[in-house]
């Protein structure tokens, strides 16, 4: 039996350009859904998911935000709080890789973490599943994270592709932050 009595929560907040996927990453983590249809976000949502992570139970809220600049004002004061940051982009958008050091510069600044030369971003190359890439993930988008101290992962919402293996090493990256 586990020592732990009740869940922590943990707060996993995903950023980047608009239509790289975040919404369709948290959906297809949480809700084991796709949907192909494009419903920009406005401002900010949330889910929940329980999940144990080295045995102890974890309430994961995964915060996904709004990629249009024109909600990004509205979405910065959520960053505060987050215990791990995936920096989303789409392997077949070279300007949504690009885009990722500006999102990375701006959730130190607003998110305010304590430790912020520690603070755990994930990567995340989504929408593998389509053939026109522009981003390599071995050569550009880890060479990148290796720079920055980040993990790197790729796969599709889509195809339901490491999705789960990405939001794994958040919540455990989370945990450390806890
Ligand atoms: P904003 O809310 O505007 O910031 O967008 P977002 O980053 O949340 O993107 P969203 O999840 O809404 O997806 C945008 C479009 O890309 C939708 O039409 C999705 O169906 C599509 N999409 C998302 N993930 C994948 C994927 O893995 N593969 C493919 N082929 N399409 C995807």
């Known amino acids: 039996m586990s020592e732990w009595k009740s869940p922590i929560c943990l707060k996993v907040i995903l ?15 949480v809700n084991y ?3 192909s249809s494009y419903r920009a976000t406005i401002g900010a949502d949330f889910l929940s998911k329980e999940v144990n992570i080295s ?4 309430i994961l809220q995964i915060w996904d935000t709004a990629g249009t600049e024109r ?10 709080g987050s215990h791990c940051c995936m920096l989303v982009f789409d392997v077949t958008s070279k300007a949504s890789f690009s885009a990722l050091e500006v999102w990375r510069e701006e959730f130190l600044i607003q998110g305010e973490p304590l430790d ?21 993930g071995s050569l550009q988008a880890l060479h990148w994270c290796e720079r920055i ?13 490491d999705v789960d ?3 794994l090493s958040a919540a455990q990256a989370a945990l450390q932050q806890y």
């Open 149 to 161: 101290g980040a993990q790197y992962f790729e796969g599709s919402a889509k195809e339901d592709v």
């Open 116 to 136: 912020s030369s520690n603070f755990p971003f994930i990567v995340v190359g989504n929408k593998t599943d389509l053939s026109n890439r522009e981003v390599s």
């Open 15 to 29: 950023i980047g350009n608009a239509g790289v996927g975040k919404s369709s990453f948290m959906n297809r983590y």
């Open 71 to 80: 909600f990004q004002s509205l979405g910065t004061p959520l960053y505060r």
């Open 55 to 58: 045995e102890r139970p974890v």
């Open 33 to 35: 859904r796709f949907t």
């Open 165 to 167: 293996k990405a939001f």
